[in-house]
């Protein structure tokens, strides 16, 4: 038995001993015992069941390790882990978003072990043997082979494309009446949040809070209610952000993006802006809090109350410098 036969079995061997779970490995060891038929042959099976033993010890101790690698990487797959990194969802559209999140990793682990099995196997497979020529036979102009590894990324791109696109419109989408609504301001560099609970009987006013750099702004939303969120921006392009939503939408001057959440998880969120928008862009944050229906009534109700009344509408200075096309007599 040469060398590379022996490199051979032992890879094979332990490739399979590591995938196998430890009580199945034991099979590897030869369960009749040693064969005595003749001196050559008795020499090469012992040397053969001594390493298949020999093997069978290495491979429980590498599938012992494995398993233990296994169970602290399934510990760590529940909370963020299970999630693959994605925030707790706190919103009754987030699942869209955090499926597609999950099936695109699925889609990428199997296209990445099926890459890395085969270039495993091919190393081995097709390794340099003695007597080999210097280099193996090429294959090119294969044209099935050409079509296969054109058309295959097309494909997954096209399937991954599909699902974009279904989870973008089902996140976008905008049907009936919100329960509530709030006009939101990006300006340099914090945010302006405009309560329009004028119609609402519980509350009967609008109501606002402008953020600065120096007092981050709080955002209060009643939970399992639908609110429209209607972004509009005093100066650059922002980006409205609240990870947990796992939606974000750019914040343009001149150009009103909207879009419907329903928050359905009470707690405390980070938001911030997505788009770098000038020097102190990092510090352009918000905390929003899904809180009850009565505390969001009394939370609009105390900003009303304490001088923050009514809406803020974008500052003149930014709307007469959006890019808003002048009838022509207004022009002279
Ligand atoms: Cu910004």
């Not at 030869?30 to 290495?58: C, F, I, Q, W, Y």
């Not at 602290?72 to 706190?90: D, E, F, I, T």
């Not at 796992?246 to 009103?256: N, Q």
């Not at 909207?258 to 911030?272: E, H, M, W």
Request: charged content about 20%; overall charge negative; aromatic content about 10%.
């Amino acid at each position: 038995m040469g060398w590379g036969h022996t490199v051979w079995y032992k890879c094979r061997e332990v490739a399979f001993c590591v995938i196998v779970a430890p009580s199945v490995t034991g099979r590897l060891e030869n369960p009749m015992g040693p064969r005595t038929e003749t001196l050559d042959e008795r020499h090469l099976v012992s040397v053969e069941v001594a390493g298949k033993s020999r093997l069978g010890r290495v491979g429980r101790r590498m599938a012992t390790v494995g398993s233990a690698t296994t169970l602290l990487a399934l510990a760590g797959c529940s909370g963020q882990g299970a999630r693959l990194g994605l925030p707790v969802a706190s919103s009754a559209e987030a699942p869209n978003m955090g499926n597609l999140w999950i099936g695109m990793w699925i889609a990428a682990f199997i296209i990445g072990a099926l890459v890395w099995g085969l270039i495993g196997w091919s190393v081995i497979r097709y390794r340099r043997r003695d007597g080999d020529i210097p280099a193996p036979r090429q294959t090119k102009y294969h044209l099935p082979l050409e079509l296969l590894y054109t058309l295959v990324p097309f494909l997954i791109i096209g399937v991954l494309f599909f699902y974009t696109v279904k989870a973008q419109d089902a996140l976008i989408q905008q049907e009936g009446e919100p329960d509530l609504t709030v006009n939101v301001i990006g300006q340099k560099w914090s945010w302006t949040f405009n309560y329009m609970e004028e119609d609402n009987p519980a509350i009967g006013t609008n109501a606002h809070e402008v953020g600065t750099l120096q007092e981050t702004p709080d955002l209060y939303l009643p939970v399992d209610k639908k609110v429209r969120f209607n972004l509009n921006s005093a100066d650059v392009i922002h980006s409205f952000w609240v990870p947990s939503f796992y939606f974000k939408l750019d914040v343009i001057p001149g150009h009103p993006n909207s879009f419907d959440v329903t928050p359905n998880r009470i707690g405390s969120y980070d938001g911030k802006c997505a788009e770098l928008c000038g020097t102190y862009h990092s510090l352009m944050l918000f905390k929003m809090h899904i809180v009850s229906e009565d505390e969001y009534n009394a939370k609009v109700l105390e900003l009303a109350e304490t001088g923050n009344a009514g809406e803020v509408l974008l500052p003149q200075s930014s709307v007469n410098s959006l890019p808003t096309p002048q009838p022509e007599e207004d022009q002279q």
